[in-house]
C-alpha cells in the first residue's frame, strides 16, 4: 500500500508561482500529476520515472512546469510558474505500486491517488 498527501495549493494571480508537494508512505515506482477542472476529465500533468531522471509534460505546461521526485524522502514535487487561469483545477498526485520503465500518462496505469489540492489561479 501507498498512501499519498499532497500540499501546497492554493490562491493565485495570473502570472504567479506555486509549489505542490506529495508525500508518499510505501514504495512508489513512477509518479505522476494529474488535474482535474470542473466538468472536465482528470488529465495528466507532469510525470517522472522510479529513478527520478527522466521527466515528461503535456504540452499545456511544458516550459512552465518542472516536476522532481526526491527519492530519499520519497516526494515528489511541482513547480509552477507563470500560471494562468487555466491553470486551475484539483491536482492530484498519482503512484504507481510496481515497476514499469518510462512514464504513462494514462490515468489507469496508476494505483494510488490522493486526495487532491485545489489550485485556484485568478485573472
Known amino acids: 500500500q501507498v498512501q499519498l498527501l499532497e500540499s501546497g495549493g492554493g490562491l493565485v494571480q495570473a502570472g504567479g508561482s506555486l509549489r505542490l508537494s506529495c508525500a508518499a508512505s510505501g514504495r512508489a515506482y513512477a509518479m505522476a500529476w494529474f488535474r482535474q477542472a470542473p466538468r472536465k476529465e482528470r488529465e495528466f500533468v507532469a510525470g517522472?520515472?522510479?529513478?527520478?531522471?527522466?521527466?515528461y509534460y503535456a504540452d499545456s505546461v511544458k516550459g512552465r512546469f518542472t516536476v522532481s521526485r526526491d527519492v530519499a524522502a520519497n516526494t515528489l514535487y511541482l513547480e509552477m510558474v507563470s500560471l494562468k487561469p487555466e491553470d486551475t483545477a484539483v491536482y492530484y498526485c498519482a503512484a504507481r505500486g510496481a515497476f514499469i520503465m518510462g512514464i504513462m500518462t494514462e490515468r489507469r496505469k496508476y494505483d494510488y491517488w490522493g486526495q487532491g489540492t485545489q489550485v485556484t489561479v485568478t485573472s
Open positions: 517522472v520515472d522510479w529513478s527520478g531522471d527522466m521527466t
